[in-house]
Structures are given as structure tokens and as C-alpha cells.
């Protein structure tokens, strides 16, 4: 998946989920953090493997099926479209696409991540309605709150305008609503399932007209 800094794309919508078939996108790999994408064929499976650190799984299309194995014993998961999983350090786990096959991210955070007490570990959660809507505010959660690797869900209850300066590179991903945003002298409308990145140190104005939700993701240190 080809992705251009400043440009509107949506790698969601234009992931392909093909027939026996698991493609691996890397988005980021860096200071012991990744984001990766996962797009696994109708009932195609990665096998159980023991992951070291914790990590976040969001289904972003079709179904998965986590396979959570411990103590011999295996916890069946599935995960449907929209919801999300806080996998445990140390843990063995298998992925496999539902009948219909899978399109998942994958956040794989340190062992000293800070969390959000609205997750729980393996523990099935709906990702955008972590944060809620407050009448008259802007209500920001903070998913992932590390130096060099934060993750946060805004939700604007009406209409809002503000401008950031932000040192380190900006991941956005429209998760309700719409967004509009403002990059060099260039206007950019987000829809539900667009993404924007942002380099370093960018200036950028964001306005939303009513009730949305965005996933703003800060990478590297500041």
C-alpha cells in the first residue's frame, strides 16, 4: 500500500482481502514499537506463535479469529469489524480470517506501555466508542500514552477548530463523522476510513463541523 505525506488515502478501502492469501503491511517499526496490517484470506491462518511483547489488534474489515493459548488449553476469539484486542507480553497466539476473511491492525507496544484503564488484557473492546461524546467538548482518550509512541481518540461533540505544531510524525484516521483539514494552504476532507500522515514538525489546522471521531497517532520522540 503506497502512502504519500499530505495526501488523502485510504488504506482500508483499497486493501484487497484475496483467497488464500495474508499480506503484511508495515506502516512503522521503531523504538521496540510497530504498526503493521494484516489482510488474511477467507479462513487463512498465521500459525500460534509466542509474541514477547503486548499489542492491540483492531479489526478494520471481515472477521478474525484470535486463537489464545494457555496452559495448553485454546481461548477461541472472534473479533468482528470495528473492535479490538489487548493481547498479554509473552503470550501464544494464532490469527486466522473468518469466512470472509480479515483486515486487521496490529499495535505492538513494550512491556512498560501506559494504557488506558478502558482496556483490558485479552479482553474484547468496540475501538471508536472508547471515548465518548460530552456535550459542548472536545473529550480526548489516551490510548496509548508512551514517550515515543501515543495513541489518542478524539471525539468532538459540535463544531471545532484548532491548529497543532507537532514534532513528531502524525498518523490521522477518520473513525466517525468527517474532518476537514489544512496543510499547506491545501484542504483535505477526511471521511470515515480516510488517513493522513503528517511529517515532522507540520503545521495543520483541523475543523469539524459536528460530532466525529478521529485516531490521532504520535510516532518518535519529540
Known amino acids: ?44 491462518s498465521i500459525p500460534a506463535e509466542r509474541y514477547y511483547n503486548p499489542a492491540v489488534y483492531v479489526v478494520l474489515k471481515g472477521t478474525l479469529e484470535l486463537d489464545v493459548i494457555k496452559d495448553g488449553e485454546h481461548h477461541l476469539c472472534e473479533i ?3 473492535f479490538g484486542f489487548l493481547r498479554k507480553e509473552n503470550q501464544l497466539v494464532g ?5 470472509e476473511g480479515a483486515l486487521c491492525a496490529e499495535v505492538t507496544l513494550r512491556k512498560d ?23 459542548g467538548q472536545r473529550s480526548i482518550l489516551h490510548v496509548i500514552d508512551d514517550e515515543l509512541f501515543k495513541v489518542q481518540l478524539i471525539a468532538f461533540s459540535e463544531k471545532f477548530e484548532y491548529e497543532m505544531i507537532v514534532p513528531q510524525e502524525v498518523f ?51
Not at 117 to 134: D, S, T
Open 80 to 82: 468482528k469489524k470495528g
Open 95 to 99: 490469527l486466522r480470517g473468518g469466512n
Open 113 to 135: 506501555s501506559i494504557y488506558s484503564k478502558r482496556l483490558e488484557f485479552n479482553r474484547i473492546f468496540e475501538a471508536k466508542n472508547l471515548v465518548h461524546y460530552e456535550p
Open 172 to 222: 490521522i484516521i477518520c473513525v466517525e463523522g468527517r474532518a476537514d483539514l489544512y496543510y499547506k494552504d491545501k484542504h483535505h476532507i477526511l471521511n470515515v476510513g480516510d488517513e493522513f500522515i503528517l511529517p515532522r514538525n507540520a503545521v495543520y489546522d483541523v475543523h469539524v463541523s459536528g460530532r466525529s471521531k478521529l485516531c490521532i497517532q504520535y510516532l518518535g520522540e519529540e
Open 1 to 44: 500500500m503506497s502512502r504519500k505525506i499530505g495526501e488523502v488515502f485510504s488504506g482500508i478501502k483499497e486493501t484487497e482481502i484475496l483467497d488464500n492469501t495474508t499480506i503484511v503491511d508495515i506502516i512503522y517499526d521503531r523504538d521496540d514499537y510497530s504498526l503493521v496490517r494484516y489482510a488474511l484470506g477467507p479462513n487463512t
